[in-house]
Every structure is written in C-alpha cells, then in structure tokens.
C-alpha cells in the first residue's frame, strides 16, 4: 500500500519560497507513475499545482506555472515542491498525491501539511 | 481551460434517503477523465469514482457515478451517517495537462 507524507516549514515569510517534501513508502517514485501537489486554501476548495513523472518531466497548472517547481529524486524516493514570491494567497493545506492505476484520478494522498504565509 | 460546476452548493438531506449531485463541464469531456472525490473535515480527499462511472477500490456500491458530454452524476443510493462530507468532480484535460476540480457540493445531514 503506498503511503505519502509531507514535510517541510508551516511558516513561510511573504515574498519567501515555500518548500515541501513528500516522502513515499510501500512502492517506488520510478514506477511510471505521475506525482502531484494540491492546494486547499482554509475553508476552499481544492487546486491543483503540479505533477512530475518517474523521469522528472513535470506539468504545471498555467495560473501558477511561473513561481512552481517540482522536482523528483529517485534515490531518496521522494518528490519536491517549490513556490517562490508567496504571499498570503498561498496560504493553504498542501497535499501530494499520486494518480490511480487506471490514470486521471488521484488514488493516494498524504494527510496534507498546512504552510501560512505571514511575517 | 474547462470550467466544472457541481450543484447544488449544498444538499440537506435525511440517512436512508437518495443523494444526487451534479457536476457540468463547460464544453463536452470524455468520461474516461472524470472522478469524484470526498472530504470530511480535517482529511485529505478519498477516490471514489474514476473513468465517470467506475468505483475505487473499496467503495460501497451505494456510490454510483454516471454521465457523458457536459453532465456528470454522483448518485448515493441510500445515505449513511458516514455520508455526510464534501464531494468534489475532476477532470483531467489533455491540452494543457491538467487536473481541474469542481467547487465541490457540501452533503449536510
């Protein structure tokens, strides 16, 4: 059974970059599958930010495209996130999350970590 | 980029009694990309139906989902207290990559 686990700073400053990392146990981040993050401001809905594959390719949600960087590291069995120029508006519950085995949908999800964005 | 729009907002409704939610698609979709997710308060989302009509592993049958085009339904048969969550559709687009989430539809007792 796959497990996922964020890590990472729940206090980031404005204008800083937000970093997380989602820990996988019980299979491998080279199984061919896609990663992703997704954000749930406090009392909101849910958005999608991003996924990689095995290889590091990554898809971006275009809204959030030019502050996102995902990155895969297949020795420590991990995937990251990062999201420069934070401001209170990326204050969030941040999950990460990998797609079923039949593919468009997100099968597993870790608990999620919430970061706010304040001085 | 498409648009999801579930409604209702809310739906208050009794245990026994059948659950219908609707999710829209701003222009038509394959149901081979739609998914429903719930949420209880304080959880990550749960998978419970992909490719529109197909149940995640461990679902109750209760949970049924069907639809095409631009009309998507998530029906519970007969509601159980554990029911009472907030439900979300998704669709995966292709151009570009994408997941896209519905606002979500709260289901309160």
């Known amino acids: 059974q796959v497990q996922l686990q964020e890590s990472g700073p729940g206090l980031v400053k404005p204008s800083g970059t937000l970093s997380l990392t989602c820990g996988v146990s019980?299979?491998?981040?080279?199984?061919?599958?896609?990663w992703s993050w997704v954000r749930q401001p406090p009392g909101q809905g849910l958005e999608w930010i991003g996924e990689?594959?095995?290889?590091?390719?990554?898809n971006y949600n275009p809204s959030l495209k030019s502050r996102v960087t995902i990155s895969v590291d297949k020795a420590g069995n991990h995937f990251s996130l990062q999201v420069t120029s934070v401001t209170a508006a990326d204050t969030a519950v941040y999950y990460c999350?990998?797609?079923?085995?039949?593919?468009?949908?997100?099968?597993?999800w870790g608990q999620g970590t919430l970061v706010t964005v304040s001085s | 980029e498409i648009v999801l729009t579930q409604s209702p907002g809310t739906l208050s409704l009794s245990p026994g009694e059948r659950a219908t939610l609707s999710c829209r698609a701003s222009?038509?979709?394959?149901?081979?990309?739609i998914a429903w997710y719930q949420q209880k308060p304080g959880q990550a989302p749960s998978l419970l139906i992909y490719?529109?009509?197909s149940r995640a592993t461990g679902i109750p049958d209760r949970f049924s989902g069907s639809g095409s085009g631009t009309d998507f339904t998530l029906t519970i048969s007969r509601l159980e207290p554990e029911d009472f969550a907030v439900y979300y559709c998704?669709?995966?687009?292709?151009?570009?990559?994408?997941?896209?989430f519905g606002q979500g539809t709260k289901l309160e007792i």
């Open positions: 998704q669709q995966y687009g292709s151009s570009p990559p994408m997941y896209i």
């Open positions: 222009q038509s979709v394959s149901s081979t990309f």
């Open positions: 999350a990998r797609d079923a085995g039949s593919g468009y949908s997100l099968e597993y």
């Open positions: 990689i594959d095995h290889s590091g390719s990554p």
């Open positions: 490719a529109a009509s």
């Open positions: 019980g299979g491998s981040i080279s199984s061919g599958k896609w």
